[in-house]
């Protein structure tokens, strides 16, 4: 089977799942002027309460201007950001978004192959520019966003760790593709190299995930951001059951804006043969079944960009790794398989890790402060199962994830410590995030 050119999916060497170059800023055309004054001042009429009444008072503007990939993408960040600032902005959700961000909203949203909501793209992906100009693209000190709900440093750090992240990821993109190469060609010290380097990177990501905690505030990212990131999937609990778009008849559900979304962590499972089923239904360690996958993991594919989404199935069809691996017998080759499996467990521990901080002690506070008064608290809110803003249990859905990580491993050294925590020894101090 042929590798894949992957540019021919929008994925780039040296940049991932990113664009190749900075996303626009605005658009220029004086016909979108009315969407990029109002976006451009979002944190003000949020603050006044004035969002609303501004967005009603717009004119409903057609597609037909838009003639690139860049602009389509610019228009579909600015109206996510309109949308969701609409329906969440004051204390009282709304469940009917206008024509004048509905209409062009879902022909923009059709034009990407993506749903009309604020997606883990818009957002992230195409929300970042440079605060002064360099030649030095992906320097983080130098990037800013384009857009925020709240204008707040902590926000605009919360896509920003994403972005670098993504950027990052493009190392385990090219090496993890090389590694694929190998195994298709049974060059098994070239594989044993790339898997090696691979588990170096998936390394590294697990790192810069951990910088979110520099500049993002958890109260402020539980109490202020995160209730503009939902959608409308699950939100009964604040009284919306789904949005009217414009004159439609009937509500549309959708999940909001996720990490989940990340087409470079559901590349790296693909890659290394990690399945992941629903929750409460994964096979016994190990024993990975061809039985039903994650239903949620596969409907956030369809939240990522098109291009994106056929690379991830074009993946699936090619990959070899997993299996060259297991007919092998090699201890080499399998430690550097586990190693790599290891590295993306531990990732994933970290990951429990800012959730925990970010969410479920921030829900655990709102509890004990007892304040259900205002839309921010009861988005906010603990529940009986804290729920992430895709949707989906938390705790439950990420633990789950974690320990199907290690499913694959190929060596019994690896297999046991893939069990028992990463890298955790007998000797190890308990690790709760293992319970």
Wanted: charged residues 20%.
């Amino acid at each position: 089977m042929t590798i894949p050119d992957i540019t021919q999916f929008d994925v780039f060497p040296t940049t991932g799942f990113l664009p190749d170059k900075l996303p626009l800023e605005r658009l220029t055309q004086e016909y979108y002027q009315p969407w990029e004054t109002v976006v451009n001042n979002l944190p003000s009429l949020i603050l006044t309460k004035r969002i609303r009444s501004v967005i009603d008072k717009l004119p409903v503007l057609e597609t037909t201007q838009l003639t690139t990939v860049e602009e389509y993408r610019r228009a579909y960040s600015a109206l996510g950001f309109l949308a969701h600032a609409y329906v969440w902005g004051t204390d009282t959700p709304t469940d009917k978004l206008p024509p004048q961000i509905a209409e062009p909203w879902i022909k923009v949203a059709n034009h990407l192959g993506l749903p009309p909501i604020a997606t883990y793209a818009g957002l992230c992906l195409w929300n970042f520019k440079q605060i002064i100009p360099s030649d030095d693209l992906w320097d983080l000190d130098n990037l800013t966003t384009i857009n925020t709900f709240t204008g707040s440093i902590d926000e605009s750090w919360f896509y920003l760790v994403s972005v670098y992240f993504e950027h990052k990821g493009a190392l385990s993109i090219t090496t993890g593709m090389n590694a694929l190469e190998c195994a298709q060609n049974k060059d098994t010290k070239g594989l044993v190299e790339h898997l090696q380097q691979l588990a170096e990177s998936i390394d590294m990501l697990g790192s810069v995930l951990m910088k979110m905690e520099e500049m993002c505030d958890p109260h402020v990212f539980y109490f202020r951001i995160r209730p503009y990131l939902a959608g409308w999937k699950n939100m009964t609990e604040v009284g919306l059951k789904g949005v009217y778009y414009g004159n439609e008849s009937s509500v549309r559900n959708y999940s909001g804006g996720s990490n989940a979304q990340s087409s470079l962590i559901q590349f790296l499972d693909i890659l290394l043969g990690v399945k992941h089923y629903s929750t409460g239904e994964r096979p016994s360690p190990y024993k990975q079944t061809s039985g039903e996958s994650n239903g949620f993991m596969d409907e956030m594919r369809s939240y990522m960009p098109e291009p994106h989404q056929k690379f991830l199935l074009e993946l699936q069809r090619i990959t070899t790794i997993k299996d060259f691996v297991h007919s092998q017998n090699d201890p080499e080759l399998n430690l550097s398989f586990d190693a790599c499996l290891a590295m993306l467990k531990s990732f994933r521990d970290k990951h429990i890790q800012i959730v925990t901080r970010y969410i479920v002690l921030q829900a655990q506070k709102s509890a004990k402060l007892g304040s259900t008064g205002t839309l921010r608290s009861g988005l906010a809110r603990a529940k009986k199962e804290e729920r992430g803003t895709g949707g989906t249990s938390l705790l439950p859905f990420l633990k789950q994830c974690r320990d199907e990580t290690g499913d694959p491993a190929a060596g019994n050294w690896g297999k046991r410590i893939l069990s028992d925590g990463v890298m955790r020894l007998n000797y190890s101090k308990p690790n709760p995030l293992n319970e």
